[in-house]
């Protein structure tokens, strides 16, 4: 799910929906970043969408899983 644009938001849901138990679920979505910061996936998601505007790149993040302090570090990098 990471690769293709997923934040630890909707990983975790995802896995918490199928019925792991949390501490699974937190250690999937850590592994997960493999060596990475969550920014980073995040940045990337949005080059793969090309989307780099405010509010429909805020949407495109909150809407992949990304929390939003990350969504708020990342944007504001962007829009320096």
Do not use: H, N
């Amino acid at each position: 799910m990471r690769l293709r644009g997923a934040g630890s938001l909707k990983i975790a849901a995802d896995l918490g929906a199928r019925g792991l138990s949390e501490s699974l679920v937190d250690r999937a979505v850590d592994e997960s970043l493999d060596g990475r910061c969550e920014a980073d996936w995040a940045r990337d998601a949005l080059a793969r969408a090309g989307d780099r505007d405010g509010p429909r790149a805020w949407r495109l993040l909150a809407s992949r899983g990304f929390p939003e302090d990350v969504i708020t570090d990342v944007l504001g990098e962007i829009e320096a």
